[in-house]
Nanobody, 120 residues
Framework: QVQLVESGGGLVQPGGSLRLSCAAS????????MGWHRRAPGKQRELVAG???????WYADSVKDRFTISRDNAKNTVYLQMNSLRPEDTTVYYC??????????????WGQGTQVTVVS
């Protein structure tokens, strides 16, 4: 089993910044991908940003040039630096990690979610 612990959410004014962290622990042989999703009330879940083990990254159009995803492989931790935050960024953010075991089987894990609120 793999556990994910998220931190870093909170309340910020428009234009402000927050940094989310997600640390993975447990039975980890290899992490294939790490990412952040969000789901606003009444909307579908959105992939905000992701990164694969080779270093490639991708972003939703709505956050490009504002958010940056990074990872610390030694700590099995992924970060999301969020700058120039807007009220429409307000929602719960979920960490997602794809973990491979020694046989190559890939499992998907989700964090508990962390609330980001952007308000004047």
């Amino acid at each position: 089993q793999v556990q994910l612990v998220e931190s870093g959410g909170g309340l910020v004014q428009p234009g402000g910044s927050l940094r989310l962290s997600c640390a993975a622990s447990g039975s980890i042989f290899s992490i294939k991908a790490m990412g952040w999703h969000r789901r606003a009330p009444g909307k579908q879940r959105e992939l905000v940003a992701g990164t694969r083990s080779g270093g490639s990254t991708w972003y939703a159009d709505s956050v490009k040039d504002r958010f940056t995803i990074s990872r610390d492989n030694a700590k099995n931790t992924v970060y999301l630096q969020m700058n120039s935050l807007r009220p429409e960024d307000t929602t719960v953010y979920y960490c997602n990690v794809e973990v491979s075991d020694q046989s190559g089987w890939v499992s998907d894990y989700w964090g508990q979610g962390t609330q980001v609120t952007v308000v004047s």
